[in-house]
Each structure stands twice: as structure tokens, then as C-alpha cells.
């Protein structure tokens, strides 16, 4: 079994791994200005897709152009949050090149699509003879639907962890399969970091949002469409706080409330949902919330676009006001200059930012001490850090721990 790393090797963004040349794992994109995109455009046999968010899925319409037809495997939320990326993605960018897809494309997916349950085994065409591959996908416990997905071609194991995390969440429980496998690629989005106490976390920052609101301040926060939204929306309403939701945040939410075999309260969010108050965005409404005392959880998280650009000008001037950054800013995004510099950059315009400005960790990922415990079930196994910032590095602590674990660089080719 050969593996090339066309994306997300070193880097946290446009994952895409192809295995013997046949078998396609994600195919995502970086967000910044102007998005990135795998390496090269593959024509696999079939696709196998970890979960919905856009560095992992960003790209996967555009496996479909000319008479290209592979196979699309993934869970049922993983489908549906496609098509809304996508979707999301023609708005933003429909008529300009650097959007590599149209609603054609998007369309075609319905032809070729095949939706998976956890833990059942399914036959997967390709492979260097064209003996084809089986694959399992397991509960990876870091958005409704996300996927470890497990090649076996015969003769060896591939586990591909794609995103995950070992801790509950609220709106999801964190990953417990460990299946056996003779090589790991495995994430390493926060391969340098501890997280907090999920518990001490939310107390934080419900404190901020009551604090704020009680000194005459509004509170923005930003936040993932997909998984990060749902969550606060849940923290919100264990805190006994009302939020006003906007963006793409409020279709998803009536999106997972499909699935709830993959929520772990189903029950929980419809709460949340009934307490919440969606935005229209009629009639100047996003300027009048933003005067008031009001919590705002709006798109997009790193502040690349959507509504979040209508609350933040009208908020930042006032020390009375926050922005509550509950996401990874990924490194050239306007979230990232706010939260390095404290300065406001939208539309090619830099204004400071007098609002407080603060940080919470309320990662869907596997933090230090989590990789190192999923990591513990594979130390006979080779070991591919990818999706991360320092993925040498770790995997240089991996090996000094006696781990056999190094970091593919982008473009390499590695034989199992």
C-alpha cells in the first residue's frame, strides 16, 4: 500500500491523502485569500470522506467534472453538510476561478454517493491489482458524523484518523474505537497544547457573557457553522443565556437534528433550538441586536465572512463590548489577526478593535495528552503525523517515546 500526501501534510487545511493512486481520503481546502487546494486534481476510483468540514470536504464536487464518476463514501450528516459547505461555497464564490465547482457538480453527488453507519464493513473498488479495499468508519468524536476511516487491502491496515477527540463534548461524545491497523495517519491540529477543563471552560465564558451583558455590552461570538455553533448554542442553554444565532450556524443546526443517532443529546440541542432566537437579518435587525446587550453566535469562525462582518464594526469601538473567539484561527485569517494584533481586517480595510477580546479553548480536537493516549493502542504500528502546525516536532516526541512516527512532507509518497 502506497500513500501521497496532496494536502494537510504540515499544515492544518486542504486534506487529501491518496492511496495506491485508486483510493482518495478527503478533499479539502485551506481557507485563506485566495483559498488553497490540494496539489494536484487525482481521478480516484472511489472517495472516502472523514467528515463535513470544509478543509476535509471543501474540494469534493470537483472529483465530479467531465465524465468523472467515483464513488463517494461517507455517514449520512457528512453527505448533507457537503452540500451545504458547497452550496455556501457557489454563493461566496460561484463566479470566480477560484471556485473549482458548480452547482452541476454539486448536483452529481446525489449519482454517486453511498451513506455508511459506524462499524459496518463495505467493499471499495480500486487497489493496485484491483482487488479493492475494505472500509470501516468509526465514531472519531469531533463533529455529528465524523469518521476514523480503516483501509484493509489484504495485506495491510491503514487507519486514517481524520479529525477527533478522545473528551465528551456536548454535543457529541469523544471517540473510544481503537481498531487494530498496521499504520496510523493521525491529526495533530493541537499536538502542543492542553486543554482546559471543558467544565472550567464553559463557566469562563458564560461569566464573560453575563459580565458583559450586565455592564450594558453585546457579546459576539464567532463561531464554526458546523459543530461550534450547536455547542455554544448547548453551553448557552445550560447557562440559562438566550443567544441570538446567525449564519450558516442555523441551517446546520436544523440539518444534525436530523441525524440524532450521531447527536449525544438529541434531546439537549432541541432545547437549545427552542431557546435560541435565529436571526433573519431583515431590516437593519443585525445593527439593532448589535446595540443592545445581547449575545450574538454568528459565522464565521475565523471571521473570513457571513454575518459575523455586520456585527463586528458596529461592536468594536466600545470596551464595553467582547468578541469571544471560541475557535483555531488559522494563520492569515482575519480571526488571527484579531486575536494576535487586536486589529479588525475586512475587506482590505484595518480598523483597531477597542471591544475585549478573548480566547476559549472549546476545541473538537484531541489535545497533547489526547493523541498521546489514542496514539498508545498503535505502538507497534507505523505512525503518519499530519494536520498540524509542528508535525515534525511531534512526531520527534513520538519517536523519543518509542513510537515509529515521522511527518510526510506535502507531496511525498510513503510505502506501508
Known amino acids: 500500500m502506497e500513500v501521497e500526501f496532496l494536502g494537510g501534510a504540515r499544515e492544518v487545511g486542504r486534506s487529501a491523502v491518496l492511496v495506491d493512486d485508486s483510493l482518495l481520503l478527503d478533499y479539502g481546502l485551506l481557507t485563506a ?51 451545504t459547505l458547497a452550496r455556501d461555497t457557489l454563493k461566496l464564490r460561484g463566479n470566480s476561478p477560484l471556485c473549482p465547482f458548480s452547482e452541476e457538480h454539486v448536483a452529481r453527488l446525489g449519482e454517486v454517493e453511498e451513506r455508511h453507519a459506524y462499524e459496518e464493513p463495505f467493499a471499495v473498488a480500486g487497489g ?17 458524523g465524523s469518521a476514523h476511516v480503516l ?9 486514517y484518523t481524520g479529525d477527533f477527540h478522545t473528551d465528551d ?5 469523544g471517540t473510544t474505537a481503537r481498531p487494530d491497523a498496521d499504520a496510523v495517519i493521525c491529526e495533530s ?38 459543530g461550534r455553533t450547536q455547542e455554544l448554542m448547548l453551553v448557552a442553554d445550560a447557562n440559562d443565556l438566550t443567544p441570538y444565532v446567525d449564519g450558516m450556524g442555523k441551517a446546520v443546526t436544523r440539518l444534525v437534528r436530523r441525524h440524532p443517532e450521531f447527536l449525544r443529546d438529541s434531546e439537549a440541542l432541541r432545547r437549545a433550538k427552542g431557546a435560541a432566537r435565529f436571526v433573519t437579518g431583515r431590516d437593519g435587525q ?26 463586528l464594526p458596529e461592536i468594536r469601538g466600545s470596551p464595553t463590548n467582547a468578541v469571544t473567539l471560541t475557535g483555531y484561527q488559522v494563520e492569515g485569517t482575519p480571526g488571527r489577526e484579531l486575536q494576535d494584533h487586536g486589529r479588525l481586517a475586512i475587506n482590505g480595510t484595518v480598523r483597531p478593535v477597542s471591544a475585549r477580546v478573548e480566547s476559549y479553548d472549546f476545541s473538537a480536537h484531541a489535545d497533547r495528552g489526547g493523541l498521546e ?10 505512525v503518519l503525523v499530519n494536520h498540524g502546525d509542528r508535525c515534525e516536532a511531534f512526531a520527534a516526541d513520538l519517536r523519543a517515546d518509542g513510537l515509529a512516527a515521522s511527518a510526510p512532507e506535502l507531496g511525498e509518497r510513503v510505502e506501508l
Open 33 to 83: 485569500d485566495p483559498p488553497q487546494y490540494p496539489l494536484r486534481d487525482p481521478e480516484p476510483d472511489a472517495v472516502v470522506v472523514s467528515h463535513g468540514h470544509l478543509d476535509h470536504v471543501g474540494a469534493v464536487p470537483a472529483l465530479l467534472k467531465g465524465d468523472r464518476r467515483p464513488a463517494i463514501h461517507w455517514t449520512p450528516p457528512t453527505a448533507d453538510l457537503t452540500r
Open 128 to 144: 493496485v491489482a484491483g482487488g479493492g479495499y475494505e472500509v470501516t468508519l468509526f465514531d472519531a468524536g469531533h463533529i455529528p
Open 151 to 159: 483501509i484493509d487491502d489484504g495485506d495491510t491496515r491503514l487507519l
Open 169 to 173: 463534548q456536548r454535543l457529541v461524545a
Open 189 to 226: 491540529t493541537y499536538a502542543d497544547v492542553t486543554h482546559d477543563d471543558r467544565r472550567a471552560v464553559e463557566d469562563r465564558w458564560a461569566e464573560r457573557v453575563r459580565a458583559t451583558i450586565w455592564e450594558g455590552g453585546a457579546v459576539v461570538a464567532p463561531a464554526f457553522a458546523i
Open 286 to 311: 443585525r445593527e439593532r441586536i448589535a446595540s443592545d446587550n445581547e449575545l450574538i453566535i454568528t459565522t464565521s469562525g475565523m471571521l473570513a465572512g457571513g454575518p459575523v462582518h455586520s456585527y
Open 373 to 382: 493516549a489514542f496514539l498508545d493502542s498503535y505502538r507497534g504500528s507505523r
